[in-house]
């Protein structure tokens, strides 16, 4: 199969890594990939979110299948139109990956189908919503109803503080059109981890868990991230927690976007709250978590293709993924400035010397060559990945490869998975 990925971070790195892996596979693609995805894979040019570009080239390149990475093309329709054009694809349509671009969306079908998730209301004006707010009290979270490049929740410790964020989002135009609905719910107390599974539709695949570390420093200080680092398997998430929150959250998703007539076929990501009584659903996600995907392609031990070929097909139910029983934990390591603005175009040097430490796998999330020498060109740069029999072993092999790489530009929390193992090294 030639095969196409779409994509240029971290989370397509692992991808491509674990597809090029296939004997399936005989030629693979990836637009627009980054410098260390050269190494799996022919980059091209193309941007992620350019959908009639993508389809284009996928056509000329005669692709067979397609993979995408990122939400924003998933929301904007990126799979109809390669179905439309006749190529198979992995990945939600646009209806269904509504399960991520619209809060209220996810909100009213927890509601409907009784899956356990905060309190809310969806609100369009700010009078109604500030009534609300004072009413239920603080903590009290708001939210932009759409897509907001991770930046459209505010978990307000006062009052006064959701109200303002209502009133930025509402009649500030903080998001534009994605704030112009907003979802204003319940502070939710627990422990946060994402969980992974694969659907054709109708029937599921569990994939694993994996916990991200979404503030940029050390102790979760600083502003929220896309992600600096994550660890799997979670020991919180252990299996009776994994399957209560399958039967009680992913199942009845699946089920209910099937009765709508708007199957779920790809990967979702359930962000979960464990809490005391038990997990909640904090949001969905429609693709691989980055760099949570980093992590769960460690630990993949079965050939992934056939795996997301039956999300496309049918066919889900006769499958097994076989796992590693290791911890893959990743560190992710960013251009200092991140997630504000940063430079470009920093030298990265010592790369093959730190790929050489035992078990770790370097996935590159933004990096461009310039000749022999290799630059930093985005805000995550590099996903230093190791794996070990334990999460403290695969955090010192992490660590011990970070410590290889000359990049003074660039920093990195040194305390991932520190709720698994505490923040000492
Ligand atoms: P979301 O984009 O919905 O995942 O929200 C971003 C982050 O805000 C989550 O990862 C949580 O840390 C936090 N958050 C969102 N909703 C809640 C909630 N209801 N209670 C507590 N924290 C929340
Ligand atoms: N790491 C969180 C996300 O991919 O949304």
Redesign the pocket.
């Known amino acids: 199969m030639r095969i196409l990925v779409v994509g240029g971070g971290g989370r397509e790195h692992a991808l491509c890594w674990a597809i090029s892996a296939s004997p399936l596979c005989t030629k693979l693609y990836c637009a627009p990939g980054n410098a260390g995805i050269a190494d799996v894979a022919e980059c091209v040019e193309v941007g992620a979110e350019d959908i009639p570009g993508q389809v284009a080239l996928a056509q000329r390149l005669k692709i067979d299948f397609v993979v995408i990475g990122p939400d924003a093309p998933l929301v904007a329709g990126m799979a109809d139109a390669f179905t439309a054009a006749g190529i198979k694809v992995f990945g939600p349509s646009k209806a269904a990956a509504q399960l991520e671009g619209s809060?209220s969306f996810t909100k009213e079908l927890c509601r409907i189908h009784d899956i356990p998730?905060?309190a809310?209301e969806r609100f369009t004006d700010l009078a109604a919503a500030e009534a609300y707010i004072r009413k239920r009290g603080a903590?009290i979270?708001v939210?932009a109803d759409g897509l907001a490049a991770?930046k459209?929740?505010i978990?307000a410790e006062t009052v006064e503080q959701a109200i303002a964020a209502a009133r930025d989002m509402l009649e500030g135009n903080r998001f534009g059109v994605s704030g112009s609905s907003i979802v204003v719910?319940?502070?939710?107390?627990?422990e946060?981890v994402s969980l992974f599974a694969l659907s054709d539709g109708e029937h599921v695949l569990p994939l694993a868990g994996a916990q991200?570390h979404?503030r940029a420093f050390d102790n979760d200080k600083g502003p929220?991230t896309g992600g600096m680092g994550a660890y799997s398997p979670v020991p919180i998430l252990d299996q009776a927690t994994f399957d209560r929150a399958m039967k009680e959250i992913v199942l009845p998703t699946v089920e209910a976007m099937k009765q709508a007539g708007m199957p779920f076929k790809g990967v979702l990501f359930a962000?979960l709250?464990i809490g005391k009584s038990g997990p909640r659903l904090?949001?969905y996600?429609c693709r691989f978590g980055d760099p949570e995907c980093q992590v769960l392609m460690m630990r993949l031990k079965s050939d992934i293709v056939p795996a997301l070929i039956a999300c496309a097909d049918g066919g889900l139910k006769h499958f097994d993924l076989r796992w590693s029983d290791e911890t893959a934990l990743t560190v992710i390591m960013a251009t200092k400035g991140y997630p504000d603005s940063y430079p470009k175009g920093s030298e990265i040097r010592g790369l093959d010397a730190a790929a050489k430490v035992p078990g770790v796998q370097i996935f590159h999330a933004g990096t461009r060559r310039d000749g022999d020498r290799m630059l930093a060109n985005g805000g995550r740069v590099l996903n230093v990945t190791a794996m070990a029999r334990t999460v403290q072993e695969a955090r010192e092999r992490a660590y011990r490869a970070v410590d290889l790489i000359d990049w003074p530009e660039g920093f990195c929390r040194r305390d991932i998975a520190w709720r698994a193992i505490g923040s000492q090294r």
């Not at 719910?185 to 627990?190: L, Q, S, T, V």
């Open positions: 809060k998730t905060a809310y903590p979270v939210k991770g459209g929740v978990v719910e319940e502070f939710m107390d627990g946060e991200d979404k929220n962000g709250m904090v949001e996600n």
